[in-house]
């Protein structure tokens, strides 16, 4: 698997209902040499098993205890693998683009 130029960051907590569009919306991307860590900010939900069922090498799933979006956010930075960390939220769609725009910025 080709190195991932940007990781993507996705703090989820109970968005079972909105969270594999979401992230389709990352994978679908323009610029496929990414990576979507999912950070699961400990959902009483089904909101793990939904982004566990997208079936993706670039996603990875890390469930922690509730500590909040931020701590979530910073967990998935710490994980990331690429030189350039992008955001995206479990409730959001990204424009198919946007990962490569931001890169050629």
Do not use: K
């Not at 989820?12 to 610029?31: G, P």
């Not at 930075?77 to 959001?92: G, K, L, Q």
């Amino acid at each position: 698997m080709t190195p991932p130029r940007v990781s993507v960051v996705m703090p989820v907590r109970n968005a079972a209902a909105t969270v594999e569009r979401a992230a389709h919306s990352i994978l679908d991307s323009t610029l496929r040499e990414i990576e979507l860590i999912v950070i699961d900010d400990g959902s009483t939900d089904d909101s793990a098993e939904v982004a566990r069922q997208i079936s993706d090498p670039r996603l990875r799933l890390v469930r922690q205890e509730a500590l909040g979006v931020c701590a979530a956010a910073n967990r998935g930075a710490a994980e990331a693998a690429a030189p350039v960390i992008a955001r995206m939220d479990a409730d959001d769609v990204s424009h198919p683009a946007r990962l490569e725009r931001q890169l050629s910025l």
